[in-house]
């Protein structure tokens, strides 16, 4: 037997089995093709619109008494007495709070026996036809007397607060024993009968107001209702000692007929100082300014150019444009 016939047999199923490998026995698995992702857009564009356009004052109006006083002791001294609470009723004339005057009051009752002795004097004078001149002398010493209770009566009283009207405490900033100086806030009392808003704003922005503008409250959700300026007051701690700290307030009355105030209501309110209707509008963030330039940038299509605009009425949120656009534009924002 030949060496050649010996390896055949073994070699060959070395052969088979290589080539095994170059056959795939099946295809191979073919991925799915994914959908292209959307494009994103590169800027933000704002469409030019028309709506009604407002430049107003805005803040927060608060249902206030019309009638509403800081009272103060025209003395100074020590609190003896406080005779009221916050939220309290009290009626006019009562006294709400007193000073420590135990010598004064002592003065002023010695003096009242003092007048009416010589009140006294004098009528047993005139009783018994006394000579004129004594019935003078005795005249002048009466009103002598007079002059002096009076003036400690002033003293006393001045060392007293009383309720300058039927009302409701609403504050009291002392308590007993504290020391008070003359005209130093004690007690703040109001008339809830009849009410306005008030609004406090910036000093800037009460000098723009004038009591001709139209302004209005939000009473609900999207409901606003017409409200009248009355008048704008200063309060100026430096030439009233009674006021806490400087405000700037305007006075609102809201017709009765469209809705009816309460003493707790806090509500938004706005003083309309200029306003546009059906006006070209355009986010505040699609104006550009630059070197005294004032443009905006237009999209049309995927070209791009800057246009010189003149523009209107600004709020913090809106731009009127008067030239430069028309509406339906789209405008690219910063």
């Known amino acids: 037997m030949s060496l050649k016939s010996l ?12 080539s095994c490998g170059l056959f795939a026995e099946e295809d191979e698995e073919i991925l799915p093709e994914l959908p292209e992702p959307p494009r994103v857009a590169r800027s933000i564009t704002y469409a030019v619109a028309r709506e009604d356009m407002y430049e107003a004052i805005e803040g927060t109006a608060k249902a206030t008494p019309v009638k509403n006083q800081t009272l103060y002791f025209l003395v100074g001294g020590r609190i003896r007495a406080i005779e009221i609470e916050p939220e309290e009723e009290v009626s006019g004339g009562a006294v709400l709070a007193k000073l420590e005057i135990d010598d004064l009051e002592h003065q002023l009752a ?14 047993r004078m005139k009783i018994t036809s006394a000579p004129a001149s004594e019935r003078r002398i005795q005249e002048l010493v009466l009103a002598k007397y007079e002059l002096n209770v009076s003036y400690l009566q002033k003293r006393v009283e001045a060392a007293s607060i ?16 504290d020391r008070i100086k003359e005209y130093e806030p004690v007690i703040e009392i109001s008339d809830p009968t009849t009410l306005e808003m008030q609004m406090n704003v910036s000093e800037n922005e009460f000098y723009e107001i004038r009591p001709t503008m139209y302004a209005e409250v939000m009473v609900d959700a999207d409901t606003w209702v017409p409200a009248h300026i009355i008048q704008t007051t200063h309060l100026n701690p430096r030439q009233d ?32 100082l200029s306003k546009q209707i059906g006006a070209l509008v355009i986010p505040a963030a699609g104006l550009r300014e630059f070197n005294g330039r004032t443009y905006v940038r237009v999209l049309e299509g995927e070209a791009r150019r800057e246009v010189d605009v003149k523009v209107g009425l600004r709020t913090d949120t809106k731009i009127e444009i008067i030239e430069g656009l028309d509406e339906g534009e789209l405008v690219i924002g910063k």
Request: charge should be negative.
């Open 7 to 18: 390896l055949l047999p073994s070699v060959l199923p070395i052969i088979l089995l290589g």
């Open 110 to 123: 010695l003096a009242i026996i003092d007048r009416d002795i010589a009140d006294a004097n004098l009528n």
């Open 162 to 177: 009383r309720a300058p009207f039927d009302g409701i405490i609403q504050r009291v900033q002392a308590k007993v024993s």
């Open 241 to 272: 000692a009674t006021v806490r700290r400087e405000e700037y307030i305007v006075h609102l009355q809201v017709d009765e007929t469209q809705y009816t105030l309460t003493t707790h209501d806090r509500m938004p309110g706005r003083i309309v």
